[in-house]
């Protein structure tokens, strides 16, 4: 086995990140010009990297399937982002953001990565409303916090319950600045379809024009993927439609090794199923479980509406299990109680798949507080009830309407139905220290890389990770391995032969382009009978029902059998209609399908070696008596990163995980 | 399922096909049998797209992504409204419980010279992002932001810099106007900056340029319908144009 390394620099964690970005060597101003840096994917990770990168000169591109870098899915985070800015004198710090989040990660992520992430988090926030981004706002003009989950302290900053939003756009609009001004060049309605690597180094990409279907070669110096995670390999989940993991896995079949690809979040509450039709599920962000609190009925199989059931007769099951941090508990640990409680026969609804998520108790309490404000003295229960809604819309307003549109329920009267569903996943490329992958010159940012959030993920530290990559790590650490390039330019600077002048002329780039043609009219040739969407829909019941919220030793066996048997059904028996040279949306799924299938039996290979439970990984076999996650530090204290060996084979490598800073213990909330 | 009240509907869909932007397009009817009312528009749309394979025919081209009405991908002209016969949704909030048992729903493509079809459904709005390019943001490069806490602003401001923020650049402003003007999608940007203090040392020059890249990409004008605010899904208002007009006023003669 190959030995990774994760280049963390050596010295006291709180000073790693301060010397190691002073000793990073430069590129001077001249040489930036001449070099090319390839972006993919718009979203805050990519948006923010491409606009700085070009701020400091070098020449890049921007690739994005939508027709908008605007519309990357990272629009659709709600709830906020994390800064350890201690605004609120709650005794926030730095360490105590890298503490809970190694503590949120189930002690699965590396300590050095983790600790840079908080050092870095109060920069995003100074840069973003720099940018003009709204920031929720107290009265006297100061910028407003609110709680999430596996914290005690007040440190999530937040736009209503359109964060993400905000804080994309912010990126985009310094992205446009610099397409405007010319420094980047946008390729929209693109998709990346291959990594082309010369002498193992990154050297561009093969690219589909979506519009046209004209395939395209691009060379740069480094390729960044910023292309979000793989959610969608369970059909269901709460990602865009168009989010796939195309360009990771792509890469990863080029030799970018994929690391702890099993670790998914499921997160606590979302709107539940409704019916067969269902093509994704919709979040209810964790910012309303600082006002809202979940509860089952006591009683099995209770038939009885939600406002008829008496406070007695409620298990608050959060606060009954977790008392010190009730509902507030991190999110794989809130999903999997609320499994137990359906499993058990106490879930709600027609389908008994949800539980109550209410809000009437600090309606009341805001109520009474305004009622106070406004000198009503005692307020009659419908005064109460009436003051405190408008305070619930102001915080969450967005969010109900959202809830009752598709639900048809008003949540405002009635609790809301919530279950939990596939919502960002933790494992990705691996990189070092760098951002870089185990293949020179491509780097992974944002949720495309495996490496802040451990096991799991705590609530409003997405958004954080991705600017942070974006905004304040990639522009220093690309520079360890462009101004090696830079060396190299100037000792091939007479080479008539050399990349920088062959460029997309180097055969490479052609025989990549004929592989990726040659699988688009494979698909088109297949003319099958059953649609792409029907695979899809079948690979994410075998996900979800056995790589999902519980996993075990058979049922993943079983999985891994069955997607191999899709697979051989998929290339043989897929309908794909329409041509290469058009716009064809049905084609375009094909080939994210196809690369699905391919993840799908990593990600049970991957869980089904991991004899633990850790965060969102959870093997049957392995908890405690109280159903609590086991992990087994002893043998499992690594970060899993596997190598593409061919078809449905992958060679294990390990990084070892090491804890010098924080105790590893077992992760308690109650 | 879901509310446990969700019924079955028999519809008639027509629907724009068109091959690409040079080719000429035609409505195509279909029927539809079968749809729960808790289905979204766009779920109604997946189901005729897989009616559609089965038989062998190309499916239906369509923009869509998040489905959860925020990234402003989906871009549906129904029943001769943008985003349907609902206030304030998108297409893909829209459920099918707005329709009735033996409706006909005439659907087609956002219609503005500055926004082409490429095919079906689906258009090119590169023209927002090329006016947003133009001026559309405050001039900071990464690193240079002071803490955060230094800039002050009044609840109201940034409350009201939020709202006009909140425009997702869907493109029903434009779909729904007569004169096809962008009017609205320009005006809330204009306004987000003009509102915030980080906006203001810009603040002419950016109303300049991108009223002059709106106008160079073949947005029509503005003649005060207010057809843009009652279409919007995100209820941008119109409010935003009139400043918008005054910050133009002052910024031409300055």
């Given at each position: 086995?190959?030995?990774?390394?994760?280049?963390?620099?050596?010295?006291?964690?709180?000073?790693?990140?301060?010397?190691?970005?002073?000793?990073?060597?430069?590129?001077?101003?001249?040489?930036?010009?001449?070099?090319?840096?390839?972006?993919?994917?718009?979203?805050?990770?990519?948006?923010?990297?491409?606009?700085?990168?070009?701020?400091?000169?070098?020449?890049?591109?921007?690739?994005?399937?939508?027709?908008?870098?605007?519309?990357?899915?990272?629009?659709?985070?709600?709830?906020?982002?994390?800064?350890?800015?201690?605004?609120?004198?709650?005794?926030?710090?730095?360490?105590?953001?890298?503490?809970?989040?190694?503590?949120?990660?189930?002690?699965?992520?590396?300590?050095?990565?983790?600790?840079?992430?908080?050092?870095?988090?109060?920069?995003?926030?100074?840069?973003?409303?720099?940018?003009?981004?709204?920031?929720?706002?107290?009265?006297?003009?100061?910028?407003?916090?609110?709680?999430?989950?596996?914290?005690?302290?007040?440190?999530?900053?937040?736009?209503?319950?359109?964060?993400?939003?905000?804080?994309?756009?912010?990126?985009?609009?310094?992205?446009?600045?610099?397409?405007?001004?010319?420094?980047?060049?946008?390729?929209?309605?693109?998709?990346?379809?291959?990594?082309?690597?010369?002498?193992?180094?990154?050297?561009?990409?093969?690219?589909?024009?979506?519009?046209?279907?004209?395939?395209?070669?691009?060379?740069?110096?480094?390729?960044?993927?910023?292309?979000?995670?793989?959610?969608?390999?369970?059909?269901?989940?709460?990602?865009?439609?168009?989010?796939?993991?195309?360009?990771?896995?792509?890469?990863?079949?080029?030799?970018?090794?994929?690391?702890?690809?099993?670790?998914?979040?499921?997160?606590?509450?979302?709107?539940?199923?409704?019916?067969?039709?269902?093509?994704?599920?919709?979040?209810?962000?964790?910012?309303?479980?600082?006002?809202?609190?979940?509860?089952?009925?006591?009683?099995?199989?209770?038939?009885?509406?939600?406002?008829?059931?008496?406070?007695?007769?409620?298990?608050?099951?959060?606060?009954?299990?977790?008392?010190?941090?009730?509902?507030?508990?991190?999110?794989?640990?809130?999903?999997?109680?609320?499994?137990?409680?359906?499993?058990?026969?106490?879930?709600?609804?027609?389908?008994?798949?949800?539980?109550?998520?209410?809000?009437?108790?600090?309606?009341?309490?805001?109520?009474?507080?305004?009622?106070?404000?406004?000198?009503?003295?005692?307020?009659?229960?419908?005064?109460?009830?009436?003051?405190?809604?408008?305070?619930?819309?102001?915080?969450?307003?967005?969010?109900?309407?959202?809830?009752?549109?598709?639900?048809?329920?008003?949540?405002?009267?009635?609790?809301?139905?919530?279950?939990?569903?596939?919502?960002?996943?933790?494992?990705?490329?691996?990189?070092?220290?760098?951002?870089?992958?185990?293949?020179?010159?491509?780097?992974?940012?944002?949720?495309?890389?495996?490496?802040?959030?451990?096991?799991?993920?705590?609530?409003?530290?997405?958004?954080?990770?991705?600017?942070?990559?974006?905004?304040?790590?990639?522009?220093?650490?690309?520079?360890?391995?462009?101004?090696?390039?830079?060396?190299?330019?100037?000792?091939?600077?007479?080479?008539?032969?050399?990349?920088?002048?062959?460029?997309?002329?180097?055969?490479?780039?052609?025989?990549?382009?004929?592989?990726?043609?040659?699988?688009?009219?494979?698909?088109?040739?297949?003319?099958?009978?059953?649609?792409?969407?029907?695979?899809?829909?079948?690979?994410?019941?075998?996900m979800w029902d056995k790589c999902g919220m519980a996993r075990n030793r058979q049922g993943l066996t079983e999985a891994i059998s069955e997607i191999q048997a899709l697979r051989k059904e998929f290339w043989s028996d897929v309908r794909v209609l329409g041509s290469a040279d058009e716009f064809n949306p049905d084609l375009e799924k094909a080939g994210r399908v196809a690369d699905f299938i391919e993840l799908g039996e990593l990600m049970c290979k991957d869980a089904l070696n991991r004899e633990e439970s850790c965060g969102g990984h959870f093997r049957e076999e392995?908890?405690?008596?109280?159903?609590?996650?086991?992990?087994?530090?002893?043998?499992?204290?690594?970060?899993?990163?596997?190598?593409?060996?061919?078809?449905?084979?992958?060679?294990?490598?390990?990084?070892?995980?090491?804890?010098?800073?924080?105790?590893?213990?077992?992760?308690?909330?109650? | 399922?879901?509310?446990?009240?969700?019924?079955?509907?028999?519809?008639?869909?027509?629907?724009?096909?068109?091959?690409?932007?040079?080719?000429?397009?035609?409505?195509?009817?279909?029927?539809?049998?079968?749809?729960?009312?808790?289905?979204?528009?766009?779920?109604?749309?997946?189901?005729?797209?897989?009616?559609?394979?089965?038989?062998?025919?190309?499916?239906?081209?369509?923009?869509?992504?998040?489905?959860?009405?925020?990234?402003?991908?989906?871009?549906?002209?129904?029943?001769?409204?943008?985003?349907?016969?609902?206030?304030?949704?998108?297409?893909?909030?829209?459920?099918?419980?707005?329709?009735?048992?033996?409706?006909?729903?005439?659907?087609?493509?956002?219609?503005?010279?500055?926004?082409?079809?490429?095919?079906?459904?689906?258009?090119?709005?590169?023209?927002?992002?090329?006016?947003?390019?133009?001026?559309?943001?405050?001039?900071?490069?990464?690193?240079?932001?002071?803490?955060?806490?230094?800039?002050?602003?009044?609840?109201?401001?940034?409350?009201?810099?939020?709202?006009?923020?909140?425009?997702?650049?869907?493109?029903?402003?434009?779909?729904?106007?007569?004169?096809?003007?962008?009017?609205?999608?320009?005006?809330?940007?204009?306004?987000?900056?003009?509102?915030?203090?980080?906006?203001?040392?810009?603040?002419?020059?950016?109303?300049?340029?991108?009223?002059?890249?709106?106008?160079?990409?073949?947005?029509?004008?503005?003649?005060?319908?207010?057809?843009?605010?009652?279409?919007?899904?995100?209820?941008?208002?119109?409010?935003?144009?009139?400043?918008?007009?005054?910050?133009?006023?002052?910024?031409?003669?300055?």
């Amino acid at each position: 086995m190959s030995k990774l390394d994760s280049k963390i620099p050596e010295g006291p964690i709180d000073q790693k990140w301060t010397k190691y970005r002073s000793t990073i060597p430069l590129v001077n101003p001249a040489n930036k010009r001449s070099l090319e840096v390839l972006v993919v994917g718009s979203g805050l990770a990519g948006a923010s990297a491409a606009a700085t990168l070009a701020e400091m000169g070098y020449k890049v591109k921007v690739f994005c399937f939508q027709d908008s870098p605007r519309r990357a899915h990272s629009i659709a985070a709600q709830g906020g982002i994390n800064a350890a800015k201690n605004y609120q004198n709650d005794g926030d710090s730095t360490y105590r953001l890298f503490y809970d989040t190694i503590k949120g990660g189930d002690y699965r992520a590396r300590e050095g990565n983790v600790h840079r992430l908080a050092e870095v988090s109060a920069n995003i926030i100074d840069q973003c409303v720099a940018q003009g981004v709204p920031l929720a706002r107290e009265y006297g003009g100061l910028l407003s916090n609110r709680s999430f989950g596996g914290t005690q302290v007040q440190r999530t900053f937040y736009a209503a319950g359109q964060t993400g939003q905000q804080l994309l756009l912010g990126a985009y609009s310094a992205l446009q600045r610099q397409v405007g001004m010319g420094a980047v060049e946008l390729c929209s309605r693109h998709e990346m379809l291959d990594v082309v690597t010369i002498d193992g180094k990154a050297r561009g990409i093969i690219a589909r024009n979506l519009i046209t279907g004209e395939m395209e070669k691009h060379f740069g110096h480094a390729v960044l993927l910023c292309t979000g995670g793989y959610g969608n390999v369970f059909y269901l989940s709460t990602n865009a439609m168009g989010s796939n993991v195309t360009a990771a896995w792509k890469a990863h079949k080029k030799g970018a090794f994929f690391g702890n690809p099993c670790y998914t979040q499921i997160h606590p509450t979302c709107i539940p199923v409704s019916g067969d039709h269902q093509s994704k599920l919709t979040l209810m962000s964790e910012s309303l479980r600082n006002d809202g609190r979940i509860w089952v009925p006591k009683k099995k199989d209770d038939t009885r509406k939600p406002t008829d059931i008496p406070e007695e007769e409620r298990d608050y099951y959060l606060e009954r299990r977790y008392p010190a941090f009730g509902n507030l508990v991190p999110r794989d640990v809130a999903s999997r109680a609320a499994k137990e409680r359906c499993d058990a026969g106490y879930g709600v609804g027609a389908s008994k798949k949800a539980v109550y998520l209410d809000f009437a108790f600090n309606t009341a309490r805001y109520g009474r507080t305004e009622a106070a404000k406004q000198n009503i003295h005692n307020p009659s229960q419908e005064v109460i009830m009436k003051l405190g809604k408008e305070v619930v819309k102001e915080k969450y307003g967005n969010l109900f309407d959202m809830y009752q549109q598709i639900t048809g329920e008003n949540p405002y009267e009635v609790p809301m139905r919530i279950y939990p569903a596939v919502h960002y996943t933790m494992g990705g490329l691996w990189v070092d220290y760098n951002l870089m992958t185990t293949v020179p010159g491509l780097y992974a940012l944002g949720e495309a890389n495996f490496s802040d959030h451990g096991a799991n993920r705590l609530g409003a530290s997405a958004l954080m990770q991705g600017l942070a990559d974006g905004y304040f790590v990639i522009p220093y650490t690309i520079g360890v391995y462009l101004s090696t390039e830079v060396s190299r330019m100037s000792a091939e600077k007479d080479k008539a032969d050399s990349i920088d002048k062959v460029k997309t002329k180097h055969p490479e780039f052609d025989k990549a382009l004929k592989e990726q043609t040659d699988l688009i009219n494979k698909f088109l040739n297949i003319k099958g009978t059953k649609s792409v969407e029907s695979f899809h829909k079948r690979l994410g019941l075998i996900m979800w029902d056995k790589c999902g919220m519980a996993r075990n030793r058979q049922g993943l066996t079983e999985a891994i059998s069955e997607i191999q048997a899709l697979r051989k059904e998929f290339w043989s028996d897929v309908r794909v209609l329409g041509s290469a040279d058009e716009f064809n949306p049905d084609l375009e799924k094909a080939g994210r399908v196809a690369d699905f299938i391919e993840l799908g039996e990593l990600m049970c290979k991957d869980a089904l070696n991991r004899e633990e439970s850790c965060g969102g990984h959870f093997r049957e076999e392995h908890q405690t008596e109280e159903g609590e996650a086991k992990r087994d530090d002893e043998n499992f204290a690594y970060v899993a990163a596997w190598e593409y060996k061919g078809e449905s084979n992958f060679e294990l490598h390990k990084e070892e995980l090491k804890y010098e800073n924080i105790k590893i213990a077992q992760r308690s909330y109650k | 399922m879901g509310s446990g009240h969700g019924t079955e509907l028999n519809l008639t869909l027509k629907v724009w096909r068109q091959k690409n932007s040079k080719a000429a397009g035609k409505f195509e009817t279909h029927q539809l049998t079968g749809i729960s009312t808790d289905m979204s528009f766009l779920e109604m749309f997946d189901v005729l797209n897989e009616k559609l394979i089965h038989e062998g025919k190309e499916a239906i081209a369509f923009d869509h992504d998040c489905r959860e009405g925020i990234c402003g991908m989906c871009s549906m002209y129904i029943n001769g409204r943008p985003h349907g016969p609902k206030q304030g949704v998108t297409t893909c909030q829209l459920h099918m419980r707005s329709f009735k048992n033996g409706d006909t729903i005439v659907v087609e493509p956002w219609r503005s010279a500055a926004f082409p079809v490429i095919k079906d459904l689906a258009v090119d709005r590169g023209a927002f992002d090329r006016i947003i390019a133009s001026g559309g943001y405050i001039s900071v490069n990464t690193g240079n932001a002071k803490d955060a806490n230094n800039i002050l602003i009044p609840k109201t401001d940034a409350d009201e810099a939020f709202a006009a923020a909140a425009c997702i650049g869907c493109g029903a402003c434009v779909a729904a106007c007569k004169n096809g003007s962008a009017m609205l999608f320009v005006s809330a940007k204009v306004s987000q900056l003009a509102l915030l203090p980080q906006g203001q040392v810009e603040r002419k020059e950016r109303v300049l340029k991108m009223v002059a890249a709106m106008d160079e990409e073949g947005f029509g004008n503005c003649t005060n319908t207010g057809a843009c605010e009652a279409e919007c899904p995100k209820g941008i208002s119109l409010e935003n144009i009139a400043r918008m007009n005054r910050e133009l006023t002052a910024a031409s003669f300055k």
